[in-house]
């Protein structure tokens, strides 16, 4: 069973950013796309970024997209999220997630994916 875990998040300013990252251990890691979603108080769990199983490919949510970089790196088992420039309403706990095997890319849907991380808590002041 894969178990993901997720560091990196923190207390920044508006403007400033952030380094996410995501280990894999006690399963498959690299024959899976990967995703991150965050989950802001009092809100439902949004997607925020996915990339493919290789890397070949990512997709971003329109509310992160030129700000926000997924990347992976299948021989440590991790998937990194770097959040630039963030606002205030970018806070959320941040989690990602593995894609269930032959669901199309992109997928921004939650139930599509199978196992997720604890989360880190994400808080930008104005």
């Known amino acids: 069973q894969v178990q993901l875990v997720e560091s990196g998040g923190g207390l920044v300013q508006a403007g400033d950013s952030l380094s996410l990252s995501c280990a894999a251990s006690r399963g498959t890691f690299s024959n899976y796309g990967m995703a991150w979603f965050r989950q802001a108080p009092e809100k439902e769990r949004e997607f925020v970024a996915a990339?493919?199983?290789?890397?070949?490919?990512?997709f971003y949510a329109d509310s992160v997209r030129g700000r926000f970089t997924i990347s992976r790196d299948n021989a440590k088992n991790t998937v990194y999220l770097q959040v630039n420039s963030l606002k205030p309403e970018d806070t959320a706990v941040y989690y990602c997630a593995r894609k269930q095997v032959g669901i199309p890319f992109p997928e921004e849907s939650v139930r599509w994916y199978d196992y997720w991380g604890q989360g880190t808590q994400v808080t930008v002041s104005s």
């Open positions: 990339i493919t199983w290789n890397g070949d490919a990512t």
